[in-house]
Every structure is written in C-alpha cells, then in structure tokens.
T-cell receptor
Framework: GEDVEQSLFLSVREGDSSVINCTYT??????LYWYKQEPGAGLQLLTYIFSNMDMKQDQRLTVLLNKKDKHLSLRIADTQTGDSAIYFC?????????FGRGTSLIVHP | DTGVSQNPRHKITKRGQNVTFRCDPI?????LYWYRQTLGQGPEFLTY????????KSRLLSDRFSAERPKGSFSTLEIQRTEQGDSAMYLCASSSTRTRGTEAFFGQGTRLTVV
C-alpha cells in the first residue's frame, strides 16, 4: 500500500471549514508537512508540524497530529474559492519528504 | 531571494532525444531534491544532494537519468534517449539543514512532453 494515504476529493461550501486527512506509516518521521498545488504550478509549503507536537495553528490553518494512530489533519477555517487546489501531506524520512497522492479540494458557492 | 528557479518551464522533445533541465535553489540551501510528478499523483522522489554530494537515488532513477550538482549550488537533471513514459512534471526543491523544520521549497517545475 501507499506510504502516505489521503482521500482523493473533498467538496465544501464557501465559508465552511474543510478538513483534509492523511495517514502515514513511518513512525520515525520527524516533521510532517502540508503543501498546496494549484493547476500547472509547483508545490507551495503551507505549514509543518514537529512530531512531538499535537497541534499547530497558523491563521486559518490548524494542523492536528495523532502520533499513536499516525494520523495528520489540516483544517482550513472559512474556506474560500481561492483555497480550491490539491493538498499534499508529506512525511520526512531521513530528510526526504515523501508525499501522498493529494486531496483535491473543491470549494463551491 | 526569488525562490527556487527551474528552466525551462516547458520542453517538448522527440522520443530518443536527450534533454537537460536546470534548477537554481534558494541561496544558501545546502539540500537539493528532484521529484517527478505525473497526472493525478503526488511527487515521486528521484534523488537528492547535500552540497555537491548525491546522497540518495530512487530506484525510479534508471540508468538513462543522471543528476549533478557540481559546485553545490545549481543542479542539472539529464534524461538520455527519452521515452514517452518520461513525460511528466519534473520538480526541484531545496532546503537547509540550518532551519528547524528543514522544510523543502519547490520550484514551478519543468513540464516534459515526449512525442
């Protein structure tokens, strides 16, 4: 199976919260990351969390980490149409980020 | 600093030709990564450098692929005898061992189309 797993699609209404989930396999990962990719573009780093933390908040973004279950989530508050993109979770193994397939977030009015 | 720069942005080549891509990382970033991304997939790791040393290569990196980072600054990725299956977005990223999160910053990518 995949090392980093994410659901492929999420559809939300503008103004609602979005929650994107990720599971990973390497318990030795030191850092976990969330990236955003818009069509035809590279990946934009959104935020990261150190493995000894369980939560990190950065403006509209909240990252939750359950290290026991190897589960990571990204919550986007007050989701806007500009948040429509593909979101990638990544774990860091020996300094090499390993990515999931990405979750396509669709925001509709 | 203008971020990670990749050239060219797009490349169309005939099957069997060689292509070379360039990546200029963020200044003073000592780690540099190459990834490949195909439609509907996440980035797949190809190789990475710390300074000028190539420390790891994926099994995805066939003998036709070679990467260099001669002075520990910019890097090149060459694909010899291109095949249609090489068509993908090639992404470069850089990071620093001196930042706490060692987070990688990506360039805009080079889209390769092999016809």
């Amino acid at each position: 199976g995949e090392d980093v797993e994410q659901s492929l699609f999420l559809s939300v209404r503008e103004g609602d919260s979005s929650v994107i989930n990720c599971t990973y396999t390497d318990s030795s990962s030191t850092y976990l990351y969330w990236y955003k990719q818009e069509p035809g573009a590279g990946l934009q780093l959104l935020t990261y969390i150190f493995s000894n933390m369980d939560m990190k908040q950065d403006q509209r973004l909240t990252v939750l980490l359950n290290k026991k279950d190897k589960h990571l989530s990204l919550r986007i508050a007050d989701t806007q149409t500009g948040d429509s993109a593909i979101y990638f979770c990544a774990e860091s193994r020996s300094y090499i980020p390993t990515f999931g397939r990405g979750t396509s977030l669709i925001v509709h009015p | 600093d203008t971020g990670v720069s990749q050239n060219p942005r797009h490349k169309i080549t005939k099957r069997g030709q060689n292509v070379t891509f360039r990546c200029d990382p963020i200044s003073e970033h000592n780690r540099l990564y190459w990834y490949r991304q195909t439609l509907g997939q996440g980035p797949e790791f190809l190789t990475y450098f710390q300074n000028e040393a190539q420390l790891e290569k994926s099994r995805l990196l066939s003998d036709r692929f070679s990467a260099e980072r001669p002075k520990g600054s910019f890097s090149t990725l060459e694909i010899q005898r291109t095949e249609q299956g090489d068509s993908a977005m090639y992404l470069c990223a850089s990071s620093s061992t001196r930042t706490r999160g060692t987070e990688a910053f990506f360039g805009q990518g080079t889209r390769l189309t092999v016809v």
